[in-house]
Every structure is written in structure tokens, then in C-alpha cells.
């Protein structure tokens, strides 16, 4: 069975840090692209970050609003996907999930509030 599986959303306040994973299960990410996504209540979903392959290596991008404040990265194994989120803000409260081809993942919440 093919899944992908969020983990380590949580409470932050601002300013503060988070590190949340993406893990697969009944495959890898070695021929893959992988991406995160948010989704605030009442509002579409809008994409956050990808990590693609690149000649061997790996390829990211961010969106604007993230850039220099949230890196994403892959274990050895190239089965989980880290979004480490930093300097965080109100405005990044949403569910975070990811999506690699056509799975995606249920998504875990992150809550930037004092």
C-alpha cells in the first residue's frame, strides 16, 4: 500500500521553530518529486516548497513568502522529507501536507500563535 504520512506539526509562537516530515511507505522518493503544500480553513490550498531531482542531485524552490525562513530537505534513504520552518509567522497557521505524483498525504497542523 502506497502512503505518504505527515508528521510534526504542533503550537509555536512567533518567531519560533518547527520541523515537520513527510514519510513514505510502500516506496521511496528516489525517482521522485516531492511537495508541500498548506491549507487554511475557508481558503484553497496554496503550494509551499518542492524537492526535485537535478543531475544527480536535488532541486529546490519556495515560495516567495517563505524564502530564507523554511528549507526542505530528504533523508539518505529518500524516504522522508523534511520542512524545517523557521522565524515562523501567524500567517503560516495552516495544515501542512505533501504530495509526491499522485499520493498525498493527510497533512498535520501547524499553529503559529502567543
Known amino acids: 500500500d502506497v502512503q505518504l504520512q505527515a508528521s510534526g506539526g504542533g503550537l509555536v509562537q512567533p518567531g519560533g521553530s518547527l520541523r515537520v516530515s513527510c514519510a513514505a511507505s510502500?516506496?521511496?522518493?528516489?525517482?521522485?518529486?516531492v511537495d508541500w503544500f498548506r491549507q487554511v480553513p475557508g481558503k484553497g490550498s496554496e503550494w509551499v516548497s518542492t524537492?526535485?531531482?537535478?543531475?544527480?542531485?536535488?532541486?529546490?524552490n519556495y515560495r516567495d513568502s517563505v524564502k530564507g525562513r523554511f528549507t526542505i530537505s530528504m533523508n539518505n534513504a529518500q524516504d522522508t522529507v523534511y520542512l524545517q520552518m523557521n522565524s515562523l509567522k501567524a500567517e503560516d497557521t495552516a495544515l501542512y501536507y505533501c504530495?509526491?505524483?499522485?499520493?498525498r498525504g493527510q497533512g498535520t497542523e501547524v499553529t503559529v500563535s502567543s
Open positions: 510502500g516506496f521511496t522518493f528516489i525517482n521522485r518529486a
Open positions: 504530495i509526491s505524483g499522485t499520493t
Open positions: 524537492i526535485t531531482k537535478n543531475n544527480g542531485g536535488r532541486l529546490t
